[in-house]
């Protein structure tokens, strides 16, 4: 009967996932997303337009509530990722821009990616009248899903967020 209850402790332990037993609280030592609100924009870029993207980048993150800092010591994560910029071809038409950024706790640890390319489709003849530039219509896509996400995080968190 003994030997019934080994071999049955036996298969229930190779059933369940080893993940599940290596780490039974996959909160424990990991930095939140909701738990940033301090960040660090590291260049994105050398062009101009990289550093006009930053400037304007940390305009609309300050808008969604994120407070930037001048150092990374003060940082709860760092904002890091790369630009790019093509031209508008030889038939004219808007230039496209594309952005690739990454969100890494002050560990090291990635808290968060964004990958903003494409042509950009404005909708209604008032709003695509009013649209002028691609590279602060990335900047706000980019701090709006960073703060939609982030918002997804403390609610998984049970945080109340307003909305």
């Given at each position: 009967m003994r030997?019934?209850?080994?071999?049955?402790?036996?298969?229930?332990?190779?059933l369940i996932p080893s993940s599940t037993l290596a780490n039974p609280y996959p909160q424990a030592g990991q930095t939140s997303l909701h738990l940033v609100q301090k960040l660090y924009?590291?260049?994105?870029?050398?062009?101009?337009?990289?550093?006009?993207?930053?400037?304007?980048?940390?305009?609309?993150?300050t808008e969604k509530g994120f407070t930037i800092v001048d150092k990374p010591e003060k940082a709860d994560a760092i904002l890091n990722g790369a630009l790019s910029v093509s031209s508008a071809g030889i038939y004219g038409g808007?230039?496209?821009i594309g952005v690739t950024v990454q969100l890494k706790s002050t560990a090291g640890e990635r808290l968060w990616t964004g990958n903003f390319a494409g042509r950009i489709i404005i909708l209604g003849p008032i709003a695509s009248l009013?649209?002028?530039?691609?590279v602060d219509y990335r900047a706000k896509e980019l701090a709006k899903k960073l703060r939609s996400d982030w918002?997804?995080?403390?609610?998984?968190?049970?945080i109340k967020v307003g909305g």
């Open positions: 030997t019934l209850k080994v071999a049955a402790l036996f298969l229930a332990l190779w924009l590291e260049e994105l870029g050398t062009s101009p337009e990289a550093a006009r993207f930053r400037l304007l980048l940390e305009d609309k993150l808007t230039s496209e009013k649209f002028r530039d691609i918002e997804k995080s403390a609610r998984a968190a049970g």
